[in-house]
């Protein structure tokens, strides 16, 4: 009894430690100021200066180049990974190794090495500076993260129904349209969701492939640049906090659907095999 | 006539990884090879070996390796230290055990400037001297959940009977867990540790943020040289980084490939 609760409580306490930070932004961000301290009682004051800062406008252009990079590098990256493992699921066995090999090669890199190479790639072979640069970095460190959610639906797809298609007159591309890529659904659908937050979230690849002349910023570039300088001014905690309920909604909804899913999927499976 | 017909589909599915196969070439191999070839090259794109020269003698460039190691092991062993009991206690957890891992998990999603910000701000409001310490704090902080993660996956798939026949033949807690559960759990360990230990002497900004710009950290000086068109220095930098990557996911490799040996063996 005594050990329970005291493994209980580690966790809780690390817990506690581990969402601290994240709890004191979201409470003070009613605070109006940056001190933490309630000096002007409970306010919406931080939450109106995201538009009425001087740097409302830099802000609003940083959230639009994020959301166009994500939205044009993971749409891009969900077509090109979903049709490289449908090629790579039918490759021989030497060549697949060689382009898994390839694939594993942005994941396991440490992203600094990545972010420098597409910088040394670019700056030689002359790429305008700016959006082609950067859409493309993003494409090339997503993709493999949809190859590898994809390939593991094609792996456990029975092919018989798929060559069924095509005795029963089925064009190939009919039959792929029609029969595999509904059943890989499930995981072109979590490669791009994949590809997408990864693209919103990265910093450092983008930092050092943005240009310095361009003024290009995302949110993250743009929070690194605005809070290296001076400390965080009271609008920044609005917006940390906005981000941070909903990334954390998001997270527990997939979750949550994820779930039940299985669990449907359980007593379904349970029911059958009655 | 049935098996040809397969196969000439499977012929023409391949071409549909070219498209992907040439972009990783181009985007990404190629870019590593220039990364190797800048690193021979002086100013004027002739071969030299002045670049290795320069890092491995200059004073400045071996401290700030030197340091980003010792932050590296540093903040490795405590996030072992304090992420293996964490695991422990999650995989013994029945139902709330799920919500729990995911509670750990779910910071991760918030982006790191953000937090790390949130912590220096809290620091600067404790009067806390940003440095060191601050740092470590830092670093354990933002990777605690890579070290968690692996080490609970394994612990938890344990099965239960090994425990339970130690049990059987007299062995206490104390027992069970260094002569069980612990050699048991080498894997995850060993991937607990190349998942913190890289990223971490790798890392950029969090150090520059948390010490106010009085620690640097290999990452921040990669990126500092490659600031500075120094890119022959920085490309040994990075070829030095690539190293310990390569070497981490060899470890990792060999280890998970004798770990299926063993499976199927039994």
Redesign the interface.
């Known amino acids: 009894m005594v050990k329970k609760i005291f ?2 409580s ?2 809780f306490i ?2 506690a ?6 709890v ?2 979201i409470v003070y961000s009613f605070s109006g100021s ?3 301290n309630f000096d002007n009682g409970f306010t919406f004051e931080s939450y109106k200066q995201i538009v009425t800062s001087d740097k409302a406008e830099a802000l609003g252009l940083a959230i639009g180049n994020t959301f166009l990079i994500a939205i044009v590098s993971s749409v891009i990256a969900t077509i ?2 979903t ?9 021989g066995k030497k060549f697949r190794h060689a ?1 898994e090999t ?5 994941i ?6 990545m ?7 670019f700056v ?1 072979c002359r790429f305008a500076e700016g959006y082609v640069r950067l859409i ?2 993003h ?2 460190f997503t ?1 493999p993260y949809v ?1 590898l959610s994809v390939l593991p639906k094609l792996e456990s797809m029975d092919p018989n129904v798929y ?1 069924a298609a ?2 029963l007159g089925a064009t ?1 591309a009919y039959a792929m349209v029609k029969v595999m890529i509904p059943m890989i659904t499930p995981g072109i659908i979590s490669g791009f969701a994949m590809a997408f ?1 990864l693209s919103l ?1 990265d ?2 690849i983008t ?2 492939n943005k240009g310095a002349g361009t003024g290009i910023d995302t949110l ?1 570039t743009f ?2 640049s605005d ?2 300088v001076q ?2 001014e009271p609008f ?1 905690y609005a917006i ?1 906090s906005i ?2 309920v909903v ?2 909604a998001a ?2 909804i997939v ?1 949550l659907i994820n ?1 039940t899913r299985a669990k449907k999927a359980k007593t379904l499976s349970f029911k059958g095999g009655k | 006539m049935a098996k040809s017909l397969t196969k000439k589909f499977k012929m023409t599915k391949r071409v549909f990884s070219y498209p992907y196969i040439l972009f990783m070439l181009l985007f990404v191999v190629v870019p590593l090879v220039m990364i190797l070839v800048y690193a021979f090259l002086d100013n004027e794109h002739q071969f030299t070996l002045s670049n290795f020269q320069t890092f491995f003698t200059s004073r400045s460039s071996l401290y700030v390796l030197g340091n980003s190691l010792f932050v590296g092991v540093i903040t490795t062993a405590i996030c072992l230290l304090i992420g293996y009991p964490a695991a422990y206690f999650l995989s013994k957890s029945k139902n709330s055990g799920k919500v729990m891992v995911l509670l750990f998990i779910l910071p991760m999603w918030v982006n790191f400037l953000i937090r790390t910000l949130a912590t220096k701000e809290i620091f600067m409001a404790m009067h806390v001297e940003l440095g060191m310490g601050t740092v470590l704090f830092g670093m354990v902080y933002n990777y605690l959940p890579f070290m968690i993660l692996p080490l609970h996956t394994v612990i938890s798939g344990i099965d239960k009977s090994y425990t339970e026949a130690a049990r059987d033949l007299g062995a206490d807690d104390f027992t069970t867990f260094f002569k069980v559960i612990l050699p048991m759990s080498v894997s995850g360990i060993l991937s607990g540790i190349t998942m913190v230990f890289i990223p971490t002497i790798s890392t950029f900004a969090i150090s520059q943020l948390l010490s106010n710009g009085k620690i640097f950290l290999f990452g921040d000086s990669i990126e500092l040289k490659f600031s500075q068109d120094m890119y022959g220095v920085g490309s040994v930098m990075s070829l030095v980084m690539l190293v310990f990557v390569l070497v981490s996911s060899f470890i990792m490799n060999r280890y998970n490939k004798n770990k299926n040996v063993g499976r199927t063996l039994w």
């Open positions: 493994e209980k580690y966790l690390l817990l430690i581990l969402y601290a930070p994240i004191f932004i940056s001190n933490f090109m990974g049709c490289a493992a449908i090629g790579i699921h039918a490759l382009v390839v694939n594993q090669f942005p396991i890199n440490s992203e600094i090495v972010a420098v190479s597409f910088m040394i790639f030689t493309i970095a494409i090339a993709t190859v060559e095509l005795d190939p937050t979230d910093f450092i930092q050092i993250s929070i690194y809070a290296r400390g965080l920044w940390f981000i941070i990334v954390l997270v527990l979750n779930s």
